[in-house]
């Protein structure tokens, strides 16, 4: 059987590569499609199948601004022969899932999300201040066509994947597509509390520095309140970032999975302030053991147990006696809501119990991932084949 399998690009380790890699894993022999490799950036595991890149490999400047290419990457992703393989395996949070099938195959789509950038997040990416006025203006321009190219191409799929129920709901609304729910892996063997780490004074974030994820309103937030917080990351706003920080905020660059992994360990809390789909930090962290403090919108609420005190009803989470909570949420995207959420959690934080945070992420090990995804695949294959 010919096997394969594709992903958006190949430029760095983040959660949509760990879930690639559990793929590749899984099917050892299947040659990999991708847009754009920067080798080096991504395992050797992913690195040891064969890897196909597009025309946009070759493209000046693609390998740090790739992004700019956007409207060339339907024609890029249709570019790719696969018309001899029998399963395709699609890794999608931008056009991989838009790859062309040949007439046999069966194609199953893990979708991390519906592309943002051309649905509900526009103005994040492309809205004022956010973007060059000239990648705005072509982009209002070329909106309306991508979406109608992507809803399009999103019959290419036999089945669809979501990470979340955030996601599911996203792929229902704009594809009009079921998708079964399979939560994305937290390698929770290697997030693992280390006795002879203390914790520190520190807040913490680890995140990519797009406009989504708004790492601006953790570093306001943390201005006003004067108290240490590390930055972990790198990416477009780096600059304006940087810019904006006072000497209590350090920037640390994206480091090893190691030291992340201390960073983890010897923080008091771990800021997130984007509406992410499903968030694999806020399970690493919580691996360690420590609590987070949450934007109380998308896959954090699948994540996250908040205290009674922040705990919405209407948000879905569950909430019971016997639910140790693991964090804390605030709902408005603003650094005023950030900072009464920080100064609560200071009045709670003794409430937070180590090991019943760390046995909550548990539920989200690689293990059970794997073993779903090869479920999953190996049933509708067999279903295929009938």
Same mark, same amino acid.
């Given at each position: ?5 594709? *992903? ?15 793929? %590749?894993?899984? #099917? ?14 991504? =395992?050797?595991?992913?690195? =040891? *199948? @064969? ?17 700019? #290419? ?38 199953? %789509?893990? %979708? ?17 201040? &956010? ?8 982009? +209002? ?14 019959? /290419? ?5 979501? &990470?979340?129920? *955030? ?11 079921? $998708? ?10 290697? #997030?693992?509390?280390? $006795? ?19 790492? !601006? ?5 943390? &201005?006003? @309140? ?13 600059? /304006? ?55 109380? +919108? ?51 934080? !003794?409430?937070?119990?180590? !090991? ?26 067999? =279903?295929?084949? /009938?």
């Amino acid at each position: 059987m010919k096997i394969a399998i594709v *992903h958006d690009w190949l430029t760095g380790m983040r959660g949509g590569e760990k879930c690639l890699e559990v793929l %590749c894993k899984l #099917y050892p022999s299947a040659d990999l499609f991708t847009l754009l490799h920067v080798p080096g950036k991504v =395992s050797p595991l992913i690195e =040891s *199948h @064969t890897i196909h890149t597009s025309f946009i490999q070759n493209l000046p400047l693609a390998k740090s601004k790739y992004r700019y #290419y956007l409207p060339l990457m339907p024609f890029a992703i249709e570019s790719f022969d696969l018309k001899d393989y029998d399963l395709i395996l699609s890794s999608s949070h931008c056009v991989a899932k838009s790859v062309k099938p040949g007439p046999h195959s069966l194609h199953i %789509c893990y %979708c991390h999300t519906p592309m943002r950038y051309i649905w509900d997040q526009f103005d994040q990416y492309f809205g004022k201040g &956010n973007s060059g006025w000239l990648a705005a203006t072509a982009m +209002r321009f070329l909106r309306g066509w991508l979406q109608r190219w992507d809803t399009r191409t999103s019959r /290419r799929v036999n089945f669809y994947i979501a &990470n979340s129920r *955030h996601v599911q709901k996203r792929i229902k609304k704009y594809y009009g597509q079921e $998708a079964e729910i399979i939560n994305p892996p937290v390698e929770t063997g290697f #997030y693992t509390p280390d $006795a002879k780490e203390e914790k520190g004074d520190c807040f913490l974030i680890v995140s990519a520095f797009a406009p989504y994820k708004r790492v !601006d309103l953790a570093v306001d937030a943390f &201005n006003k @309140t004067g108290l240490p917080f590390y930055v972990l990351g790198e990416g477009q706003d780096a600059k /304006r970032l940087k810019e904006m920080a006072n000497e209590n905020i350090k920037f640390e660059g994206w480091l090893t999975n190691e030291k992340i992994r201390s960073y983890f360990s010897r923080c008091r809390a771990f800021i997130f302030c984007g509406e992410e789909d499903f968030g694999i930090t806020l399970l690493e962290v919580q691996a360690m053991g420590r609590p987070v403090i949450a934007l109380g +919108r998308g896959g954090a609420l699948e994540t996250v147990v908040p205290d009674s005190q922040t705990w919405k009803p209407e948000t879905g989470v569950p909430q019971n006696a016997t639910s140790q909570p693991t964090g804390v949420f605030f709902y408005e995207q603003t650094a005023e809501a950030l900072i009464e959420a920080i100064k609560h959690f200071e009045s709670i934080e !003794d409430q937070f119990d180590a !090991d019943s945070i760390r046995k909550h992420a548990e539920r989200f090990d690689v293990s059970v991932y794997t073993e779903r995804m090869k479920n999953f695949i190996e049933e509708k294959l067999a =279903s295929h084949s /009938r």
